[in-house]
């Protein structure tokens, strides 16, 4: 994946790799200097391309931090490429040769969790029939990824920061203690100080995650690493099928205009589906509001008006189930762009909707296929 930072350099050679995939040229250094002109050309930082001041700041710190022992707590909106980031610090850790261990706290039910992440002894619980090692196990002198940290519950991130402290733990069923050293990043899409404030991140576990806090920018954020970003996905993409497509001019113009809520995970998307369109040049409008031919969903009721009407006295859950509901029939049922409009993992919006499928009560929209392909 790395073509010219080599594994075990120091943050210093760090700092100055930038590696360039062969269609794209190379940029300037990393600098804290202002740009006299706006950024051309596209800086790629271990798995993540930009060039914009923000994600240059990311690579800075992450250059910095990428070498020590220090816990990191990743920040940033759906899509925005904190999976990425993480394993850009691995891979600059000096330790790539180790474990990488990532695990979605938010796709994973609360009552299987606890042997996922410690493993268990065999009979342990029904099913049990051998003893597993859980994800700190297996990421033992490695990196353990914990994304998505705030829908872990409160019962098991009492456990974690136990082991984030003494780095022992048992796994279910066992008498004894385990002893590991591992290296935890962690992802949000919260904002964690709120999240500490809604009760549903510990705070102390909060301030042992986030000795290095780390922010990835929103995509609306990032100026031209729009359409150089833009241009990364189709180039690959043209690669792939031995096409030599372009965008539009209108295109480019709505990428700079469009918000992005769902961010780099959006634009890729749009871009791939805007590929598969076009005959020679890319019209990203288009594709973003053409309906699916594949999962036709006529729209109905709420989706159709774009808007949601709650009774107060719902409670939250109903409050949740409408709005999910609502996105993706507004959305046509493409569960990628649903989720990402409300700020939420694929994972996750899939558990949400296995959950409805299992508790139906007629609040789904009309025309809805919850068992419907990703878009
Ligand atoms: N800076 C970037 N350069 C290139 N691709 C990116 C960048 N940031 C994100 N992506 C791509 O966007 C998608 C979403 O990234 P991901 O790391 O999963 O986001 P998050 O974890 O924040 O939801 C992935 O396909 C990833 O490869
Ligand atoms: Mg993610």
Request: glycine share 8%; charged share 25%; aromatic share 6%.
């Amino acid at each position: 994946m790395l073509n010219n930072y080599r594994i075990g350099e120091t943050s210093q050679a760090a700092v100055r790799y930038l590696a360039c995939e062969p269609c794209i040229p190379a940029i300037a250094p990393i600098s804290d200097e202002p740009q006299k002109h706006p950024p051309q050309v596209l800086a790629r930082f271990g798995d993540l391309y930009g060039a914009s001041r923000p994600m240059r700041q990311l690579f800075r710190m992450i250059a910095r931090v990428a070498p020590t022992q220090a816990n990191v707590l990743i920040e940033g909106e759906s899509g925005t490429g904190k999976e990425l980031v993480a394993n850009t610090i691995y891979l600059m850790s000096g330790h790539a040769g180790e474990p990488l261990v990532a695990v979605n706290c938010g796709a994973i039910s609360p009552h299987l969790m606890e042997a996922e992440l410690f493993g268990h002894e065999r009979g342990s619980f029904t099913g049990a029939v051998r003893s597993r090692k859980g994800c700190f196990e297996r990421a033992d002198g490695g990196i353990l990824f914990l994304d998505e940290v705030t829908e872990m519950p409160m019962d098991m991130q009492i456990k974690l920061l136990r082991i984030l402290e003494t780095g022992r733990f048992c796994r279910v069923g066992a008498d004894t203690e385990t002893e590991v050293k591992v290296r935890v990043i962690a992802a949000t899409n919260r904002c964690p100080k709120q999240a500490v404030r809604d009760g549903i991140l510990r705070s102390d576990l909060y301030y042992r995650l986030s000795v290095f806090p780390l922010q990835v920018p929103p995509l609306r954020e990032r100026g031209e690493d729009i359409q150089l970003i833009a241009n990364v996905f189709l180039e690959r993409l043209n690669r792939e099928e031995r096409s030599a497509k372009v965008f539009s001019q209108a295109s480019r113009q709505f990428m700079q205009t469009y918000q992005w809520p769902g961010n780099v995970r959006e634009l890729k998307n749009a871009v791939h589906r805007a590929f598969i369109l076009a005959d020679r040049e890319l019209d990203l409008t288009a594709a973003m509001t053409a309906p699916v031919p594949a999962e036709p969903t006529p729209p109905a009721g709420e989706e159709a008006s774009g808007c949601v009407t709650l009774q107060v006295g719902s409670t939250l859950e109903e409050a949740q189930r409408r709005l999910i509901c609502a996105t993706l029939g507004h959305y046509r049922g493409n569960k990628t762009l649903a989720a990402a409009v409300l700020g939420v993992s694929l994972k996750t919006l899939y558990n949400r909707l296995k959950e409805y499928e299992a508790k139906p009560d007629g609040a789904g929209p009309p025309g809805t296929s919850f068992s419907s392909k990703v878009a």
